[in-house]
């Protein structure tokens, strides 16, 4: 079974802290991803990485950064958090090859609030 | 930029029914598109993949893709109050593996 796990479930941080949230995969996926998921506004991509060291940008990354120093591990920083940073925050993981695209897996979520 | 499209509901379905869940995209270049489901508090898992025009069953569901008219939906017959969640349909627009999602839509099935 595929596991992606994320560092802690609930946070609750000041505005103006940097903040990591932490993302590991168990299945050696090139890919990986972080969106923040809001009411309304569903699943939104921050940066995606396919490799290691390698990342792009995704729809919303302003205010974020990320980190991909091995392949198991995503991670996504908040340089400066601020409370419309206030959000669910998911990461996943997906594989590559043969010119189709693959399921992504989802890790359990960490709902950040920023006060 | 490319848009998937979903009614955000709530729908609300009587048990045993058919549910019908549907989705629009604005790129005809959109090959393939994901079906997830999302029960509260959870994270996503998925529940269909489709990639060619027609129709998909996997045991009560059911996926089509129509990419002429650009929508795809998922139908869950015999509908249990278990599957009262948020259904979540992404597109996957070639290039890098990323998928684009739609807002959801929250499903109730009423017993």
């Known amino acids: 079974d595929v596991k992606v796990t994320q560092s802690s479930r609930y946070l609750v941080k000041r505005t103006g802290e940097k903040v990591f949230l932490e993302c590991v995969q168990d299945m050696d996926h090139e890919n990986m991803f972080w969106y923040r998921q809001d009411p309304g506004l569903g699943l939104r991509l921050i940066y995606f990485s396919y490799d290691v060291k390698m990342k792009e940008k995704g729809d919303i990354p302003e205010g974020y950064s990320v980190s991909r120093e091995k392949k198991e591990r995503f991670s996504l920083i908040l340089e400066s958090a601020s409370t419309n940073q206030t959000s669910m925050y998911l990461c996943?993981?997906?594989?590559?090859?043969?010119?189709?695209?693959?399921?992504?897996?989802f890790g359990p979520g960490t709902r950040l609030t920023v006060t | 930029q490319k848009e998937v499209e979903q009614n955000s509901g709530p729908l609300s379905v009587p048990e045993g029914a058919i549910a019908s869940l549907n989705c629009t995209y604005s790129d005809r270049g959109s090959q393939s598109f994901f079906w997830y489901r999302q029960y509260s508090g959870k994270s996503p898992e998925l529940i269909m993949f489709i990639y060619s025009n027609g129709d998909k069953e996997d045991g009560r569901f059911t996926a089509q893709l129509n990419k002429a008219s650009q929508y795809v939906s998922l139908l869950i017959r015999d509908s249990q109050p278990s599957d009262s969640a948020t259904y979540l349909c992404a597109g996957f627009f070639g290039g890098a593996q990323k998928l684009v999602f739609g807002q959801g839509t929250r499903l109730t099935i009423n017993p």
């Open positions: 996943a993981s997906s594989q590559v090859g043969g010119g189709r695209p693959y399921e992504q897996y």
